[in-house]
């Protein structure tokens, strides 16, 4: 089976150029969590959906960001205009459901680099 | 709150020696608590989890922790390290009141030869 997905994989941009991450989850499962990988934050949840809809975006650093899911295999990140400060890794889970013990399967991730 | 702590951010170990990965975690409440390792330029794999069953979780790859209520603690420990041990570890809890993983700062294991 294949697992998350996220595209690109790595990608390089100019400051205030708009950039779209891309994550497809493991079919079937139901929640999809966005996180950033930084040196100085660690690992941080950005958002989290639970069928298709946004159950969390307490973690959405500021308006720049924006998250959707139009349907359950597929959901954006986007940043527009994009800053320096957003270079990060930016990571992709999905889990079946919304138990606290469901397993949280993480994609590659999508490392971003922001001149 | 609820959170974790991870003691060391590097750790390194001979081939074949006891692997040990201190995690501390702070809760009102039991919580549910993982281990995830991280490879080079990879994603997170769950390790092993805790929830509120047996307080000996038996992992993937020959890991395994325990859940110390009195010492508030969830060391992830293993017998011999292998050379293919060398990634990053993550201590997550989960935090109250929401279903989204929060992470401890890792701790970068190292296996010499």
């Known amino acids: 089976d294949a697992g998350v997905i996220q595209s690109p994989r790595h990608e390089v941009t100019e400051m205030g150029q708009e950039v779209t991450l891309r994550c497809k989850p493991i079919?079937?499962?139901?929640?999809l969590f966005w996180y950033r990988q930084t040196m100085m934050r660690g690992l941080e949840l950005l958002i989290y959906f639970n069928n298709n809809v946004p159950i969390d975006d307490s973690g959405m650093p500021e308006d720049r960001f924006s998250a959707k899911m139009p349907n359950a295999s597929f959901s954006t990140l986007k940043i527009q205009p994009s800053e320096p400060r957003d270079s990060a890794v930016y990571f992709c889970?999905?889990?079946?459901?919304?138990?606290?013990?469901?397993?949280?399967?993480f994609g590659p991730g999508t490392r971003l680099t922001v001149l | 709150a609820q959170s974790v702590t991870q003691l060391g951010s590097h750790v390194s170990v001979s081939e074949g020696a006891l692997v040990l990965l201190r995690c501390n975690y702070s809760?009102?409440?039991?919580?549910?608590l993982f281990w995830y390792v991280q490879y080079p330029n990879q994603g997170l794999q769950l390790l092993l989890k805790?929830?509120?069953?047996?307080?000996l979780v038996k992992g993937i790859n020959g890991f395994e922790a325990e859940f110390k209520k009195s010492e508030t603690s969830f060391h992830l420990t293993k017998p011999s390290a292998h050379m293919s041990d060398a990634a990053e570890y993550f201590c997550?809890?989960?935090?109250?009141?929401?279903?989204?993983?929060?992470f401890g700062t890792g701790t970068r294991l190292t296996v010499i030869p």
């Open positions: 997550a809890v989960i935090k109250t009141g929401a279903n989204n993983l929060f």
């Open positions: 805790y929830t509120s069953a047996a307080t």
């Open positions: 889970a999905s889990t079946q459901g919304l138990a606290a013990t469901d397993t949280q399967y």
């Open positions: 809760s009102s409440v039991p919580p549910y």
């Open positions: 079919s079937g499962h139901n929640s």
